[in-house]
């Protein structure tokens, strides 16, 4: 009896229709589910971003962000210090790396719904099995002394004529309280002094006798700066969380595209460095975490405490880590252009301006009269006169520019290189003897800089690429094939429906 129904159905062609209403169905199922099931997986996603006490997310970023972050110094040396004071262009020998392991935890001072406000700890560990093979911490250098460029500065800054009979009692008073000093243009000591910090003795003396100086500043028309005896260049522990300040962030709750967006620094929403309002708005993240599904030609934006600004950097590239497709992002010319280039960056002049690819930061931490400069590494991306004035330099996108690769549905950086350049600018000043020989007007003499690289470790990356980047992958792949099938039987029934007809007639 069924096969006599079989063979009816089939004399009569239902089973065209069969297959038709199959192939629809899957068709329409397909199309439907591709968007009921990319919110599924968006809600889990967001789910597992978000920082709530506990959970992954949240210990991952108290923790070390997953990037295990290594901090390579290289160290600028003088050669040729005596020459210098005669006219000889400077030159530098590049030390290093002297590489030191970069734990950072994070102190969470408060929290609430949408918020989280924390101080970050870093505690750098020096290792010799990443230094370079002859770098200790105990190497001797030559280094420009912060404490002459401190005082040729204030020279320079005050109102005092260099052709008045003044000046010149000036200049022989201060050679001979140079002289007393032990006052030099550069100092001789070790590297650990350098980064980890030593007390100057005239600093220390000028502190002494803050009281006396600052009314002969005034007159002078020169803000008396912050003077400490203690000269350090990096922070260890708690110095350099009490140093930055805390941060408040969003935690992703209210709106999953700004997790981790800086809110508040030092409990303010805006920095107090510069001359406007959008030279001191705190745009972007820390750098290690970004909105999911991140596109590709879009800016990152970065708050980097170090140089009182945020900064953004453009897409570049796509890269692969670990078989995991990332766009890589770096800085642009126009970023530390200056005034010419980049018209707007007149909000990031201090006293003054300054030439494309330095920013004054000593008048943010102490004052106007303090001249470090932050650059990249060599000078890159800057002015042709800065790294021209010294030799030993060699400006270099893949060793010296910065760049973060973000992983795009995530938004979690997975490979990252932080650099940056501290430099002294020493002018050359008639009558003094520590600077009127100087080859060049003005001198921005590098320091040091730091690379600073992290990247996600291989267990991180597999289980971020199996739960995340396949999975994703398989529900995409699995609606395209019931698409795919559903449509292929609709050929299928098309194609019996004419070859039916066809029999018929």
């Known amino acids: 009896m069924k096969k006599n129904k079989f063979f009816k159905c089939r004399r009569k062609g239902c089973y065209v229709y069969v297959t038709a209403i199959l192939g629809l169905l899957l068709t329409t199922s397909g199309f439907f589910s591709n968007e009921i099931l990319d919110d599924i997986f968006k809600k889990n996603l967001y789910k597992n971003l978000i920082l709530v006490d506990g959970n992954a997310a949240y210990n991952n ?83 420009p002394s912060l404490a ?66 600052e009314p002969i500043l005034k007159l002078l028309k020169v803000e008396m700066p912050k003077i400490r005896s203690f000269v350090m260049m990096q922070r260890n522990s708690s110095e350099e969380a009490i140093y930055i300040g805390n941060l408040t962030v969003a935690n992703g709750k209210s709106d999953i595209e700004n997790i981790l967006q800086i809110l508040k620094w030092r409990g303010e929403s805006n920095g107090t460095c510069w001359r406007s309002v959008y030279g001191n708005m705190l745009n972007g993240t820390d750098g290690t975490r970004y909105k999911p599904f991140f596109e590709r030609n879009q800016r990152l934006y970065m708050f980097m405490a170090d140089a009182f600004r945020s900064i953004y950097l453009n897409y570049e590239k796509d890269v692969e880590f670990y078989d995991i497709q990332l766009y890589s992002h770096t800085t642009s010319f126009n ?17 003054q301006c300054y030439e494309t690819g330095v920013l004054h930061v000593g008048g943010c931490a102490d004052s106007p009269s303090v001249p470090v400069f932050m650059s990249w590494p060599h000078f890159y991306q800057g002015d042709e006169m800065l790294y021209k004035n010294v030799d030993g330099l060699s400006p270099n996108k893949e060793k ?30 008639p009558l003094l003897h520590i600077a009127e020989g100087l080859a060049a007007e003005r001198t921005y003499m590098p320091v040091f800089f730091f690379d600073e690289t992290g990247e996600i470790d291989g267990k991180n990356a597999a289980m971020l690429r199996e739960k995340v980047i396949q999975l994703r992958k398989y529900l995409k792949l699995s609606i395209v094939v019931t698409i795919g099938i559903g449509f292929i039987l609709l050929v299928i029934s098309q194609i019996l429906f004419t070859f039916k007809k066809n029999t018929s007639s």
């Open 400 to 429: 010296h520019a910065i760049f973060i690769n973000v992983e795009p549905i995530t938004g979690i950086t997975m490979q990252a290189k932080i650099r940056l350049q501290i430099n002294f600018l020493v002018e050359k000043i």
């Open 335 to 351: 970023l530390l252009g200056n005034v010419s280039i980049s018209p707007w960056n007149q909000d990031f002049c201090t006293d």
């Open 61 to 143: 970023w108290a923790g070390t962000d997953g990037l295990s972050p290594v901090m390579h110094f290289y160290i600028f040396n003088y050669t040729n210090v005596d020459d210098i004071l005669h006219g000889v262009k400077p030159k530098i020998q590049q030390l290093g790396p002297y590489s030191y392991r970069n734990q950072r935890l994070k102190s969470v001072l408060s929290a609430d719904e949408y918020t989280l406000t924390y101080l970050q700890n870093y505690s750098y560990i020096f290792e010799k099995e990443t230094s370079c093979k002859e770098c200790n911490e105990d190497d001797i250098i030559y280094t």
């Open 148 to 213: 002459a460029a401190i005082m040729l500065s204030l020279v320079k800054k005050s109102s005092i004529k260099p052709d008045s009979i003044f000046y010149k009692l000036f200049a022989e008073t201060a050679n001979r309280i140079f002289s007393f000093e032990d006052v030099t243009l550069f100092k001789k000591i070790t590297v650990q002094q350098l980064l980890w910090g030593y007390t100057d003795k005239f600093l220390n003396d000028i502190s002494q006798a803050e009281s006396i100086i």
